[in-house]
């Protein structure tokens, strides 16, 4: 605040600060353009304000880079910063935009005032021959935004959304928390729970699929009911905001702001800690680059709760915050480290979290053990033009010792990976990597707390839910826990106004329902207090210990702006085969998941619970002002 009315009252024109959102194509250009060694390096803290967009677009389009860059690159640059930039005042009927700029004040400060709309059509479909199902998805939104800035320093935006949503899912069955047959007694906080449990949506590709509504939608058919999920057509909202300062030619930034974000030094969308697919909450950040060689970062936001069970009953154990803190050290345009320190915490006034000079891990050790602590580590090692290597490791729960590989307290995830840029094609790139999300990695056991005392209206005391996660989706990478990918993409934008993907993975996952079902494969998972090394229970053998789903995915998207018309294409398609596999022993009969404690031999199955199936699935939609 002090830095707010230090700097706001300085006559300076202004600039703008508000944030460049996370799907924009500029963050893939602006990472190739470094492994090209073409700019300096930018900032792992997701998403970038519009001014430094367009400082790093000014930078590849300075003479420096004169036989560098294509002339189809060089067209693609200065396109997106003709639209980051600030319009001429009036109304822009290319972009649906009306911009204005006046002052306030005696001072004569500078003021703009900028108005967007837009709409955006989204029709999905699958068809799964095995089973004779066809299945439509669809959404239709409309943008209304108002953003600007006031004077040099300061910027604001709202970004408003209505939309009508239709998106089909499957009832796969129930799923135990702990385990079948858990149980402490009634006065444990350690409560085994039966939820029900969904496959992804129909009409997408797995874990692809990103909520753009806030909090709860609402059927067409009964406008007063709160729900979670538009399985039939349903209204929905989504509002965004920001006030962010900028200061120190973009050394400091401070925002307070309800967004998406990502954090790390790795390419866009796979982060472990804290990631792009996580759904947006509101939080107060700050980051400081004091030198070309370190940068800090600080965030402390209110989680919001997933309703499942209606707008009270499902809140009345999901109040929690998250804090998360991110140090970064870079060698030039070669080395690039991070360290990564978060908690999600029950909400109360704790100095020692809302601290960004704080060690979070460390102090819980200080304050109690309510909280949901954990650390990571991103190291990325690059050699500009020939591209870049990084590893990733996400610690949540981890007790060193000779038996930790294989006991399910071993929580923790990491990833390898590899990109590198093709400069005989636009803005293009070969991406291949490997994650690894281990059991219960992101859950969190749900505990009683000394400043939350009330019951449930069965009359059970309330304990809450400290889970890596944010409206029911995780904080961290898009995979759930126990779980794998190997991920093969290829990126590249072969005109000007046209960017496309393809892709294959392959996925394996714990199944989290049915005979088999894998315990920690849910992100409501709870790992079970007894354990002793004794308690086979909580022995993980990846593949070998119950029913996992393997799916090869082979999928092509593209994006395509319609040239002279405010108007683009997008769309996708692509085929998912998916089956089952299940631990078997010397006699061909089959063990129930997780019992004995060992490993077993695995093989394909198909039964009505864990079928084969294909899936060909399609996406077509259309933006206009967008």
């Not at 631990?583 to 061909?588: A, L, R, T, V, Y």
Request: aromatic share 16%.
């Amino acid at each position: 605040m002090i830095c707010l009315l230090t700097f706001l009252y300085i006559p300076l024109p202004a600039q703008n600060h508000t944030s460049v959102g996370l799907n924009e194509q500029i963050y893939h250009i602006l990472e190739q353009a470094e492994m090209r060694g073409l700019i300096s390096p930018l900032s792992g803290v997701r998403p970038y304000t519009r001014n430094v967009v367009i400082r790093a677009i000014n930078e590849l389009l300075s003479p420096s880079n004169n036989g560098r860059l294509r002339p189809t690159e060089r067209q693609i640059l200065e396109d997106y910063l003709a639209r980051f930039s600030r319009p001429q005042p009036g109304i822009d009927w290319q972009r649906g935009a009306f911009y204005a700029e006046t002052t306030i004040g005696e001072s004569e400060i500078p003021l703009t005032f900028n108005i967007d709309v837009g709409i955006e059509l989204d029709l999905s479909s699958s068809f799964i021959p095995t089973f004779g199902e066809t299945h439509i998805g669809a959404e239709f939104w409309a943008q209304f935004d108002i953003y600007g800035d006031i004077g040099r320093h300061v910027s604001y935006g709202f970004y408003n959304q209505g939309g009508i949503v239709r998106m089909p899912r499957r009832f796969l069955g129930w799923y135990n928390t702990y385990y079948e047959g858990f149980d402490m007694g009634p006065d444990s906080e350690f409560q085994n729970r039966l939820i029900r449990v969904y496959s992804e949506p129909l009409t997408h590709f797995p874990f692809s699929y990103g909520r753009r509504w806030d909090g709860s939608v609402f059927p067409l058919g009964d406008l007063t009911g709160f729900r979670y999920w538009p399985g039939s057509v349903a209204g929905a909202y989504s509002l965004q905001a920001e006030l962010t300062a900028s200061f120190i030619e973009d050394k400091l930034i401070m925002r307070l702001g309800r967004m998406p974000r990502e954090w790390g030094s790795m390419p866009l969308g796979t982060s472990l800690a804290f990631n792009s697919a996580a759904r947006p909450f509101l939080a107060v950040e700050a980051e400081f680059n004091p030198f070309p060689w370190l940068s800090f970062s600080s965030l402390t936001g209110i989680l919001e709760y997933h309703n499942t069970e209606g707008i009270k009953r499902s809140s009345m154990t999901n109040q929690n915050a998250f804090s998360i803190t991110m140090l970064q050290l870079r060698f030039r345009n070669f080395v690039f480290f991070d360290f990564i320190d978060g908690v999600v915490w029950p909400k109360r006034f704790e100095l020692a979290y809302l601290s960004p000079i704080n060690i979070n891990f460390f102090s819980q050790n200080n304050i109690g053990d309510f909280d949901n602590m954990a650390m990571a580590a991103n190291l990325r090692l690059q050699y500009p033009g020939l591209g870049n290597i990084w590893f990733s490791l996400f610690v949540d729960e981890m007790n060193i010792q000779r038996e930790m590989f294989h006991l399910d307290r071993t929580m923790i995830a990491y990833q390898a990976g590899i990109n590198v840029p093709l400069p005989f094609l636009a803005f293009s790139s070969i991406r291949f990597s490997y994650t690894k999300i281990n059991p219960y990695t992101f859950t969190h056991n749900r505990n009683f707390n000394p400043w939350f005392s009330g019951y449930d209206r069965d009359g059970n005391r309330l304990t809450m839910e400290t889970a890596w996660m944010n409206n029911g989706a995780s904080l961290g990478h898009y995979l759930p826990p126990n779980s794998d990918q190997f991920l093969l993409q290829f990126r590249t934008m072969p005109t000007r106004n046209l960017s496309t993907i393809f892709q294959y993975q392959m996925i394996r996952h714990g199944a989290f329902w049915g005979p088999s079902a894998v315990d920690g494969s849910h992100l409501l998972s709870e790992l079970d207090p007894d354990r002793g090394e004794q308690n086979l229970i909580t022995r993980r053998f990846f593949l070998r210990d119950g029913a996992y789903q393997w799916r090869h995915i082979v999928r092509v998207s593209a994006d395509w702006n319609v040239p002279n018309l405010p108007v683009s294409i997008f769309g996708e398609a692509g085929v998912i085969f998916s089956y089952f596999t299940n631990i078997f022993d010397d006699d061909g009969n089959v063990v129930p998941a997780n019992v004995t404690g060992q490993a077993h031999p695995f093989r394909r199955i198909n039964t009505p619970e864990y079928p084969v199936s294909t899936t060909f699935v399609g996406r077509i939609g259309f933006r206009v002002f967008r």
